[in-house]
């Protein structure tokens, strides 16, 4: 339930506060109806497909003509069959819209497939609310109150902090988020104003039962630079300083100056789940403000919708009128997801000025007001028989600045006060002609006990883990806290489960199979009642339905994206797959996500698979969706090998290099035997280093690296040229040594060879014969030689053979 947060914070338990309206300077067609705006935002939230309805409605100016809106709460989506809103329409907590004459477009966070808050905290405890915004540049500066949660319950939260974002024109991106020095006491962005050389910031200070305006300034139009406070009598750099200027104001109002006053529009907090929306006047932006003026009554309260907020658009505005926005809403869940259309703006516009007769009805006298036992106040006045009237009550030690129109026309008892407060009751006279000036006023002071606690409570648990509670009217009280016990779990103490105004509250959701006790405290005048008698109810979830057919994108890694529609909030998901190449029936253990999205593990290239999702949830696993086939496909490695070195180790290559790859090919080509091809080895490389052999002794080799998977061979490596060395030996020389011998020497290129020599006797033209020994080492002793003879010799390694060496034998 949290999307009933905002509307819920009319309760006066809210402690933040949001705003309205632009103030960049530009010139705009006005003359947009109130009835034309209202059916504007209808329209799309059933046709977009994608924003299905929202609260907030702050509006901006845009300098290329367009406007941009800005909303908190928002749901995404389209509507169902019937018009109702689905209940897996997902929720985010800021989004807006972008006006470009008749077409608008949503703007979010995120992406297309999943979107997200436009603002985001990053954190699942935190969000941002929207408040006002203006445009600097080629920015839209926009004030956010950062909202911490604290319970369970839809108003168990609190303000945080206040945040400046920037959105970028003219495409809207979200830029970075700057707290700003302002402290956690009033949510400032009610309103953005610019006024001569300031632009001044409107905000709320929740208090008790009580919403308070406040007001600070900053110099230009820069929303980044030092915040000055209004203190009642001067402006102070000092946030702790900022003092109240009026009581009642809503989660947002607007202010503007029209004409040669400040209007301030709100609707009437002063009064819980009023109807009526209000005007105050001032001749500076700090007032005093004076009023009320009654300025309309929202006709969703009769059909037991609750209304809040109110933000002032002047630009669009038709002339001679005041258009202002409301956002309506309902604190009963079901009714509210049955109709979309509830939780969307609305839009009201009034002449402005007022007009006011000459000639009113006197003030009534005699006014009396007096407490009774059951928390009431009693009020009676002198009576005449051709008028109507109007009471009005102020809570002075609350703090109310002005008064607020109650409920009746005719002396009797007026209900909801809070014990030990002092109370002023003053009344007005109405004819046709109008509303006449207030009475004296007479004051009171309350006497109001505890509440009785609430009876016939019941519990109706749904199929989904939450249970409904319902329960009795308690007279003079709106607010009731709520709190379970698992009794399957043995729980002792309570749990509460937060505040609800009305007679109904949702809970959950539970644990599926668990039996669980409520109870109902009411929350009057008096404090606290006692906890109701409990009632029990035990929890079911029903499995999830089957989701829709899934997409199924290969990715070039071999991994697979799935995507599907929701189910519904708050699910998770398995993921399924089987080798459909292979005929596999078996579908394995399942991939589990919290989210609609799913990538695969790497897969086989060129391979079919076929993929199914289910929900689940605390119930079990819900039916599968329809099978999706993909087949699996994996690109080629990208990038080329780097840093390839090439070292000859003897008549080997060592060849080493750099990839994030895993298999390579090595490619070669002999220079001195004139290749110009190159050749791939015939067997790959595993890692980042592979020796060559069979190579040419002396020949020089240029040689490349490329990465390769099943999909393909990737671009190669910048080639590398090594000369493969040679085993012969060098200096090679013979010498006689004595009658019929003589010694061959030579200088050893690599150790550990065995050497062939071969010898002819060239004065007798003796053809090349070898030795029949092989020799290791570096020298050779030759015998039985010819005297006078000339003999040459030669030595032969590896099918080479040294340039021969000659000796004349003694």
Do not use: C
């Not at 924003?51 to 406007?67: C, E, F, H, K, Q």
């Not at 300031?198 to 039962?209: I, L, Q, W």
């Not at 991939?591 to 079990?620: C, K, M």
Request: net charge neutral; glycine share 12%; hydrophobic share 35%.
């Amino acid at each position: 339930m949290r999307w009933l947060l905002a509307a819920w914070a009319v309760v006066a338990l809210l402690t933040v506060a949001a705003g309205a309206g632009p103030r960049a300077r530009v010139a705009e067609p006005a003359g947009m109806s109130a009835r034309e705006l209202t059916a504007m935002f209808q329209r799309y939230g059933d046709t977009s497909g994608d924003w299905l309805g929202a609260d907030r409605t702050a509006s901006v100016p845009l300098p290329d003509g367009r406007r941009l809106w800005l909303f908190s709460d928002t749901f995404l989506g389209r509507p169902g069959p019937g018009g109702d809103r689905p209940r897996s329409a997902s929720l985010i907590h800021n989004s807006a819209i972008v006006q470009d004459g008749d077409q608008l477009r949503t703007v979010t966070g995120g992406s297309p497939a999943r979107p997200a808050s436009l603002l985001s905290t990053g954190d699942n405890g935190e969000f941002h609310w929207i408040g006002d915004a203006s445009v600097l540049g080629d920015q839209v500066q926009v004030l956010t109150n950062r909202i911490r949660r604290t319970g369970p319950g839809p108003l168990d939260h609190t303000l945080a902090a206040t945040e400046l974002a920037t959105l970028t024109l003219p495409t809207m991106a979200a830029g970075r988020l700057r707290p700003l020095p302002l402290g956690d006491k009033v949510s400032w962005g009610s309103e953005v104003m610019t006024d001569g050389g300031h632009t001044y910031v409107y905000g709320s200070e929740a208090a008790g039962t009580m919403k308070f305006a406040h007001v600070a300034r900053v110099r230009g139009a820069d929303l980044g630079q030092p915040w000055e406070f209004w203190t009642g009598q001067a402006w102070s750099p000092r946030v702790d300083e900022s003092a109240r200027l009026l009581s009642g104001v809503g989660t947002s109002y607007g202010v503007r100056k029209v004409g040669d006053r400040y209007v301030l529009v709100t609707h009437e907090n002063n009064l819980m789940f009023s109807a009526d929306f209000v005007a105050y006047t001032a001749t500076t932006p700090a007032g005093p403000f004076e009023g009320p003026h009654y300025l309309f009554r929202a006709p969703e309260t009769d059909a037991g919708h609750i209304v809040y907020d109110a933000d002032l658009h002047l630009e669009p505005a038709r002339p001679g009128t005041l258009l202002v926005s409301y956002n309506v809403n309902d604190l009963d869940e079901a009714v509210a997801y049955a109709d979309a259309s509830i939780y969307r703006p609305r839009f009201f516009e009034v002449q402005w000025p007022l007009r006011q007769a000459r000639r009113l009805p006197a003030a009534p006298a005699g006014v009396n007001a007096t407490p009774d036992g059951s928390g009431t106040a009693r009020v009676s006045w002198d009576v005449d028989g051709d008028l109507s009237y109007r009471v009005y009550r102020r809570d002075v030690t609350a703090g109310q600045t002005h008064f607020v129109r109650l409920p009746g026309d005719a002396p009797g008892r007026f209900e909801f006060l809070t014990n030990g407060h002092r109370y002023e009751f003053g009344v007005t006279a109405v004819d046709k002609r109008g509303e006449g000036a207030m009475s004296p006023v007479a004051a009171m002071t309350a006497t109001v006990p505890p509440p009785p606690p609430p009876s016939t409570v019941r519990a109706e648990p749904d199929s989904a883990g939450k249970v409904t509670l319902h329960w009795a009217e308690v007279p003079f009280v709106q607010l009731f806290k709520i709190y379970y016990r698992d009794l399957t779990a043995g729980q002792r103490g309570r749990t509460g489960a937060g505040a609800y105004p009305g007679q109904s509250a949702t809970v959950g959701p539970l644990r599926h199979g668990h039996q669980y006790e409520f109870t109902v405290v009411a929350v009057g005048g008096g404090g606290d009642s006692v906890h109701s008698q409990g009632v029990r109810a035990t929890v079911v979830v029903a499995t999830p339905p089957a989701p829709g057919t899934p997409s199924a994108q290969p990715r070039p890694d071999g991994t697979v994206q799935l995507s599907w529609p929701p189910v519904a909030p708050g699910l998770a998901y398995k993921v399924y797959q089987r080798d459909a190449t292979a005929g596999a029936a078996d579908w394995g253990t399942p991939g589990i996500t919290r989210t609609t999205q799913f990538r695969s593990r790497p897969l086989e290239h060129g391979r079919e698979y076929e993929f199914v999702v289910a929900a689940v949830n605390d119930g079990g696993e819900g039916e599968r969706s329809p099978v999706v086939r993909v087949r699996a496909q994996l690109a080629p490695p990208g990038a080329a090998p780097t840093r390839l070195r090439a070292e000859p180790r003897g008549t080997a290559v060592e060849l080493t290099w750099r990839s994030g790859a895993t298999w390579h090919w090595i490619f070669r080509r002999d220079l001195t035997a004139g290749e110009r091809e190159f050749t791939r080895e015939e067997v790959g490389a595993q890692g980042h280093e592979a020796t060559l052999r069979n190579l040419v002794e002396g020949h020089e080799y240029e040689m490349t690296v490329a990465a390769f998977n099943p999909g393909g061979t990737g671009p190669q490596s910048g080639p590398v040229r090594v000369k493969v060395g040679s085993a012969l030996p060098t200096g090679l020389a013979v010498t006689a040594t004595g009658p019929g011998t003589a010694r061959l020497t030579w200088r050893e290129t690599r150790t550990e060879l065995l050497y062939r020599i071969e010898l002819r006797d060239a004065t007798t033209g003796e053809p090349w014969r070898a030795d029949p020994y092989p020799v290791d080492g570096n020298t050779y002793e030759a015998v039985l030689l010819t005297a006078g003879h000339r003999y040459e010799f030669r030595v032969r390694v590896n099918d080479l053979t040294t340039p021969p060496v000659a000796v004349v034998a003694r």
